[in-house]
């Protein structure tokens, strides 16, 4: 019998897309995004590259946090649409060769889920025990010193059933007790329902949180900060989150999704290098994919984006791969927090590294942050915290689809304001724009699917110093490719001793050097300049 090859799952071969759907496009002119929106641009999707799909979170919600508060988890909201409607755009996707990827929140629900009134509504219900209660402590205080992560104490007095519950976010938002059995099995229901309708996997949200110190201990205090403070960022939350026996809840999770065939596991973990690849788990049981965040946070510097991704190569475990991010719908815009320029070295970057990469909506077209002033803000982090202006609606803005009113994003006024500069940063402008942002990106999604290289080949780091970053993609003996990336506005000389090359430049961010000859001559490049060398033999 004739030896089957071993072929590379698509979530390590393919390109990851996240959708926030309020702002993606709105097909029924209330101001917000919805299904039908995302169904009318996949096309634009598949012309892009994308492989994958992720939407955040479209279910029955009250909406205290823009939907990762659910009260049915098996609903679609109506703000978005139908279940028929996610039924045909689950179609559509997979007409067009897309995989569709969507949030499981199941580290708490919403405070008017079915499961959270019955739990609140008796100290002896049977569903008491699926969250988090405890008695008050002295004089009636919380019962630990854990805090929110929207701020305040993380615990709620409920008056009718004399305790407090934990909530690691909003009130509105109670954790569920994923220590009790039945929390497992009915979230287990959940994900069998989502992979028996057809999706392609989840990216579960807070994944490090879902279990909790069972002795409920305080989070000790970082030193050196005001013992009068009471930020969630002054302690280590050492007992209220990432505790041993999550590991155990994500192999469930992922010996459930195992079953359904070529699905993937990704995980929203905000942890050091060394404790998330934990989450890889034990012989690569746990997520398939545990987010890294580091290009989120990191100085723009190249030494220290070198050193960093070396110790992430370092550390993923045997057969683990590897996975990196640029935006998502917490964080500022990467064009915001490099720059423009800059940012398109950051996309050369995000789609020449190992390991699959996900694009966050409007960062293909250099979408900024909007600054939306306090009377219009509605992100509940933003409203708790308006002095530290920690409101992550900037980033969560509407596409800009063209120069039309909204941007074409909809007829009626948009649920966030737009950037000014939509007339000119917009999709339909870009598509018909040499050199623009949109068409470096589609460049290099297209070279990334083209070479074997650059989707699955080795990683070996060449040279960094405080301006230039410079890697070989290799796979093989016939896709080899050298990558130098100047992440500083000023012109650099590449000269790393002990290596030579020969080598065609085929893109260029600056695209005035494509088709140019190189040798082991000393190379310089411009500022905001990355290049992708196509090595030759000597």
């Known amino acids: 019998m004739e030896k089957k090859q071993n072929r590379q799952p698509w979530w390590e071969s393919g390109i990851i897309y996240q959708i926030y759907p309020r702002s993606y496009q709105d097909t029924n002119d209330d101001g917000i995004g919805d299904l039908q929106g995302i169904i009318r641009h996949l096309d634009y999707l598949k012309w892009l590259g994308i492989d994958a799909v992720w939407i955040s ?3 029955t919600s009250p909406m205290a ?13 109506p703000i978005f649409g139908t279940f028929a409607d996610f039924e045909k755009l689950l179609e559509e996707a997979h007409k067009r060769e897309l995989k569709l990827i969507i949030d499981l929140v199941p580290n708490h629900t919403s405070d008017q889920h079915p499961w959270f009134l019955e739990a609140k509504s008796d100290r002896n219900h049977p569903k008491r025990d699926w969250y988090i209660w405890r008695d008050p402590g002295p004089d009636q205080t919380p019962p630990n010193n854990w805090l929110s992560v929207f701020g305040g104490s993380a615990w709620e007095w409920d008056a009718q059933t004399q305790q407090y519950y934990y909530h690691a976010f909003l009130k509105e938002q109670p954790d569920l007790n994923w220590r009790n059995p ?20 989840f990216r579960v949200d807070v994944m490090w949180h879902m279990i909790k110190d069972q002795l409920f201990r305080d989070n000790p205090r970082k030193p050196d900060t005001d013992p009068a403070s009471l930020f969630y960022d002054d302690f280590l939350p050492v007992y209220s989150t990432d505790q041993p026996e999550v590991h155990d809840v994500v192999r469930d999770m992922r010996l459930l999704m195992e079953e359904f065939g070529d699905r993937v596991l990704i995980g929203e973990i905000y942890l050091p290098i060394d404790r998330l690849v934990a989450y890889y788990g034990k012989e690569n049981k746990g997520a398939h994919l545990p987010f890294n965040f580091q290009l989120l946070t990191i100085d723009w510097d190249a030494n220290l984006i070198a050193n960093m991704i070396s110790q992430y190569e370092g550390a993923i475990p045997a057969g683990g791969w590897p996975n990196w ?4 719908h917490d964080q500022p815009r990467i064009a915001s927090r490099v720059g423009l320029p800059q940012a398109r ?5 995000l789609l020449t590294l190992r390991g699959t990469p996900t694009i966050y909506y409007g960062d293909e077209i250099g979408m900024t942050d909007v600054a939306i002033p306090d009377s219009e803000m509605v992100d509940p982090q933003g409203i708790r915290f308006p002095d530290l202006y920690k409101s992550r609606d900037p980033a969560r803005t509407p596409m800009q689809w063209d120069d039309s ?38 460049k290099l999604i297209h070279r990334r ?20 970053f410079a890697y070989v993609r290799e796979h093989g003996t016939g896709s080899r490719f050298l990558m130098v990336l100047n992440l500083t506005h000023r012109p650099a000389r590449f000269s790393p001793p002990h290596f030579h090359w020969n080598g ?4 260029s961010t600056l695209a005035n050097r494509e088709g140019e000859k190189i040798n082991s001559e000393a190379l310089t490049l411009n500022g905001d300049e990355g290049l992708i060398i196509r090595l030759l033999d000597s």
Do not use: C, H
């Open 57 to 59: 979170p479209v279910f």
């Open 65 to 77: 946090d823009f939907g990762y508060d659910i009260s049915d988890y098996k609903g679609i909201d």
């Open 405 to 442: 009113e909204n941007a074409g994003f909809s007829l009626a006024k948009p649920w966030l304001r737009l950037a000014d500069n939509y007339p000119e940063v917009n999709v339909r402008t870009q598509k018909k724009t040499p050199g623009s942002m949109l068409q470096l990106y589609r």
């Open 345 to 349: 070295i950051a996309a050369m970057l």
């Open 182 to 201: 039945e929390v497992q099995e009915a979230m287990q229901d959940v994900i069998r329902f989502w992979l028996e309708k057809g999706v392609d996997g």
């Open 449 to 468: 699917q083209q070479e074997p290289a650059l989707q699955s080949g080795s990683y070996q780091p060449v040279f960094a110093d405080e301006q230039l």
């Open 504 to 507: 065609i430049i085929e893109i």
């Open 325 to 328: 991010v640029l935006g998502n």
